[in-house]
C-alpha cells in the first residue's frame, strides 16, 4: 500500500505546505531552516533518488519520501527533521532492550517523527507513521544534545522508538560528536538500511539492536510494507564490522510463530552470525492496525524459546512478559544466573572483567566501559 493511503486511512493528514511546516516550528535555531542530506543523487527532470534506505525512493520536485521527512527542493534533498525530535526520554538500557550492553545504564533517548516500514502492528505509530508536520516537537541541535547528555552525565545516547534510519543525518552528527566527549552510542532500528550509509555511521556508534520481524519475505511486504533481505544483509553487515548487536523479534499469534519457521531463523542466525548473539522473542500487544489478535500466550513464547536453545542459541530472552525467568541471563556453559532481571531492573549482575565468576567462561557482550 502507497505511505499516502496507508496514512489517511490511519486518520493522520499529509498536506501542509512546506511554508506552513517552517510556520510551526520555532525559529531560534542557528543554523539554516533545512539540512541537505549527503546520500541522494540527482536523476533528470528535476528528481532525485534518495540512497539511504533499500526502498531508493524516487521524489519529484517537492515531494517526499515514503517516510514523509525529507523533501526535494529543486532538485536539492533536504531533511525537515534535523535538530527536531518529537519525544526525549531517559530510559534504561534494557528497555532498548540491551542485555549485554552496560547492564544497568541510563540511556537519552530521542526519535524524530517518521519510518521506512509501515508495520500494521507497530507499537510507536503515533510517531513511526507521523509526518514531521503532526507531531509537536524540540528544537535540539546535535550540540545541545550532548551537551546535554554530558550535563546528566549519562553514558548512552539511543537513537530509538521511531525509525532511526530515517533520521540519519541528525544521527549521525550526533553520534560523531557524542562519541569524542567518551559518550556511547545506539541505534534501535529495523534494520533497513544500505551498506554505505550504515558502514559509515557505525564508525560512531558502540552497539545496534535490529528488529527482525519475521523469517518470511512474504510477512515482510504483507505486514512491513518492505522485504526481508536487506535487513538480513544488515545483520551479516554489522557480523562483518564486528560491532556488538543484539537482535529482537516480536512474535504475533499466527503470523510468525509457526515452529517451523521460528527454527529456520534461529539456524540462520546461528549458522550467519554465531550462537552468542543474543536473541529477544518479545510478547505482542494487539495495537494499531491488528487489534484482531489476541496478546502472544506465554505458553506460544515459552515453545519459541525452546526451540531457540534446541537450535542452539546461547543467549535467548522473552520480553513483555512479567517477572519470567527467561529474563535473565544463564552461563551458557554452567548454567549458572549471571545477571539477574526483573522487568528492566537489573537485580544483580555478576560478571567479572566480561566472564563467568563460577566456571571463568567468556561471556558475549561488552560489560563495562572501555576508554575508546
Ligand atoms: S530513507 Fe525515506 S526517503 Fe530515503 S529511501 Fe528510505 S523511505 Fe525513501
Not at 185 to 205: A, D, K, Y
Not at 253 to 281: Q, Y
Amino acid at each position: 500500500m502507497k505511505r499516502r493511503d496507508f496514512l489517511k486511512s490511519a486518520g493522520i493528514c499529509t498536506t501542509l505546505s512546506l511554508v506552513d511546516f517552517y510556520n510551526i516550528f520555532p525559529s531560534d535555531r542557528q543554523d539554516n531552516n533545512r539540512y541537505e542530506v549527503p546520500y541522494y543523487k540527482k536523476l533528470t527532470g528535476g528528481m532525485v533518488e534518495c540512497l539511504i534506505c533499500p526502498k531508493r525512493c524516487k521524489i519529484v520536485n517537492q515531494g517526499r519520501g515514503y517516510c514523509l521527512n525529507k523533501v526535494n527542493d529543486n532538485g536539492f534533498y533536504y531533511s525537515l527533521v534535523y535538530s527536531r525530535p518529537c519525544t526525549i526520554n531517559i530510559d534504561p538500557i534494557e528497555k532498548k532492550p540491551f542485555y549485554h550492553f552496560l547492564p544497568g545504564s541510563a540511556s537519552y533517548s530521542l526519535s524524530t517523527a517518521g519510518c521506512n516500514f509501515g508495520c500494521r502492528f507497530c507499537q510507536n505509530w503515533q510517531i513511526s507513521q507521523a509526518s514531521p508536520e503532526e507531531l509537536k516537537g524540540y528544537y535540539l541541535s546535535p550540540t545541545k544534545v550532548v551537551e546535554k547528555v554530558k550535563e546528566a552525565k549519562i553514558p548512552v545516547i539511543a537513537f530509538t522508538y521511531g525509525e532511526p534510519i530515517v533520521f540519519y543525518e541528525y544521527m549521525y552528527d550526533i553520534a560523531a560528536l557524542a562519541r569524542k566527549q567518551g559518550i556511547h552510542n545506539v541505534m534501535v532500528s529495523n534494520g533497513f538500511i544500505n551498506e554505505e550509509p550504515l558502514r559509515e555511521l557505525c564508525q560512531h556508534l558502540s552497539a545496534v539492536k535490529v528488529d527482525l520481524k519475521a523469517f518470511t519475505d512474504e510477512f515482510y511486504q504483507k505486514y512491513c510494507n518492505a522485504r526481508l533481505q536487506p535487513v538480513l544483509n544488515t545483520l551479516l553487515t554489522l557480523k562483518k564490522i564486528n560491532i556488538h548487536f543484539e537482535i529482537v523479534v516480536l512474535i504475533i499469534p499466527t503470523l510468525n510463530d509457526s515452529p517451523k519457521e521460528i527454527r529456520a531463523m534461529c539456524e540462520w542466525i546461528k549458522n550467519n552470525l554465531g550462537d552468542n548473539i543474543p536473541v529477544h522473542f518479545s510478547r505482542f500487544n494487539p495495537m494499531y492496525k491488528l487489534t484482531n489478535l489476541p496478546m502472544t500466550p506465554v505458553k506460544t513464547l515459552e515453545d519459541v524459546y525452546q526451540i531457540a536453545r534446541e537450535s542452539g542459541l546461547k543467549f535467548v530472552y522473552l520480553g513483555n512478559i512479567a517477572s519470567h525467568q527467561a529474563e535473565s541471563t544463564y552461563c551458557p556453559s554452567c548454567q549458572k544466573i549471571l545477571i539477574k532481571r526483573v522487568g528492566y531492573k537489573v537485580e544483580a549482575n555478576n560478571i567479572k572483567d566480561g566472564k563467568c565468576p563460577y566456571c571463568l567462561a567468556d561471556i558475549y557482550g561488552v560489560w563495562y566501559d572501555k576508554p575508546r
